[in-house]
């Protein structure tokens, strides 16, 4: 029998995870192992498969077209064997189990509340963390499983994580009750004429009302930047000043700050929000019962 007849599964398992993560140290705080302990399995297989796999680049490591090959010829197989040995594996909401969403200051808002309401729950726990500012973290995080889930506006589009939308919203102007020139509707030139709190959003880095307008908005009067949603609401409560934001934060919080609702006076986009999670828990019964209780609680 040929070496690579005889090639351990876990040698693939140690690679297809350097190569995900571009990094050893990182694979090895995923695998629980050793960076020596890694990088002793990945000469191993090298030495098996008589190529080399990854070079060094600075101060890290990039793939060889020998190791890009391999992971797509792999990662579907391993990633079935994952799913058939979690598919077997039972899930009860009695055992204690702690699942860690990432999530965006929309999502938090709402589902924050229903989780410390919901007696459905049994033995399990759902931690809330805010989504990273860019996408490569947030991949890593899900990748490394240190987040099981993740929730916000757009999703990444890369091989191996899956997605699903669960909510779709509309994309809202906000003006303070009693504004002295603004009161029930507004209109583009209104829209200019007012001061605006603005809100970049964390991983496009682009202004709300940018992102989710069919046509190129104007530079607007800025009073100020914020970097919540929240505070935002704050600011325009306090103020003459303008925010967008989405219908449903808005209306969550109108009574409080006391704000009006508004149409924006352009074209806007859905504002979608989605479910992102690695593939390799797709099949995963723990996993399947967590998007079953986000796709019910943002439908509530």
Not at 32 to 59: H, N, Y
Not at 251 to 258: C, G, L, T, V
Request: with cysteine.
């Amino acid at each position: 029998m040929s070496d690579v007849e005889k090639l351990d599964l876990n040698l693939l398992n140690v690679f297809l995870e350097v190569y995900r993560l571009k990094s050893i140290t990182l694979a090895s705080e995923s695998l629980g192992m050793t960076q020596p302990g890694v990088s002793g399995a990945l000469k191993r297989l090298q030495s098996q498969l008589g190529t080399d796999l990854f070079i060094r680049e600075g101060r890290g490591i990039s793939p060889t077209n020998a190791a890009t090959q391999l992971a797509l010829r792999i990662e579907p197989a391993l990633d079935g064997i994952s799913s058939a040995v979690s598919s077997l594996q039972q899930f009860d909401n009695q055992q204690h189990h702690v699942f860690r969403i990432l999530v965006n200051e929309i999502g938090l808002t709402k589902l924050q509340p229903l989780v410390e309401k919901d007696n459905t729950l049994g033995n399990i726990s759902i931690e809330f963390n805010m989504v990273p500012n860019n996408e490569e973290d947030l991949l890593q995080s899900l990748s490394m499983q240190q987040a099981d889930l993740a929730i916000d506006i757009h999703y990444p589009q890369v091989n191996g994580y899956m997605n699903q939308q669960v909510i779709e919203d509309r994309l809202v102007l906000i003006a303070r009750q009693g504004h002295p020139r603004i009161d029930g509707s507004v209109t583009e030139t209104q829209y200019y004429d007012e001061k605006h709190v603005t809100f970049r959003m964390r991983r496009s880095r682009l202004y709300t009302a940018d992102y989710f307008t069919k046509q190129a908005i104007k530079p607007r009067k800025v009073s100020s930047e914020c970097d919540s949603l929240m505070m935002m609401c704050v600011l325009v409560s306090g103020s003459d000043c303008v925010g967008s934001t989405s219908r449903d934060f808005a209306n969550q919080f109108a009574e409080r700050f006391q704000l009006q609702v508004l149409e924006q006076p352009f074209e806007v986009l859905p504002m979608q929000q989605y479910m992102i999670w690695h593939k390799r828990t797709e099949s995963n019964l723990a996993h399947q019962w967590l998007r079953n209780k986000i796709q019910q609680y943002m439908a509530d």
